[in-house]
Nanobody, 115 residues
Framework: QVQVVESGGGLVQSGGSLRLSCAAS????????MIWYRQAPGKQRELVAL???????NYADSVKGRFTISRDNAENRVYLQMNSLIPEDTAVYYC?????????WGQGTQVTVSS
């Protein structure tokens, strides 16, 4: 059974940091690109960061230099280190696993940044 479970969200003040974690099981993790998305109220879901199966990373312009994505294939986990958070980062953050077909999605974790 495929599971993708996010954790680590919460309330943080502007300028603070959070580390999101995504635990995956039920598929061959190392073969999948892992992606963090977010969706703010009233807005479309947007890609935040991704790490390919080969370890290459890519980021949305809005988070470059502030967020870092990493993966641990031994633990089947992907992380999103978020620094210098701003209120505009407030959203539900979702983890997804993609190998070209239909991605596997988690349920999301709420991140709220207060000003």
């Amino acid at each position: 059974q495929v599971q993708v479970v996010e954790s680590g969200g919460g309330l943080v003040q502007s300028g603070g940091s959070l580390r999101l974690s995504c635990a995956a099981s039920g598929f061959t993790f190392s073969n999948y690109a892992m992606i963090w998305y977010r969706q703010a109220p009233g807005k479309q879901r947007e890609l935040v960061a991704l790490v390919t199966s080969g370890g290459r990373t890519n980021y949305a312009d809005s988070v470059k230099g502030r967020f870092t994505i990493s993966r641990d294939n031994a633990e089947n986990r992907v992380y999103l280190q978020m620094n210098s958070l701003i209120p505009e980062d407030t959203a539900v953050y979702y983890c997804a696993a993609s190998a070209g077909g239909q991605p596997y999605w988690g349920q999301g974790t709420q991140v709220t940044v207060s000003s």
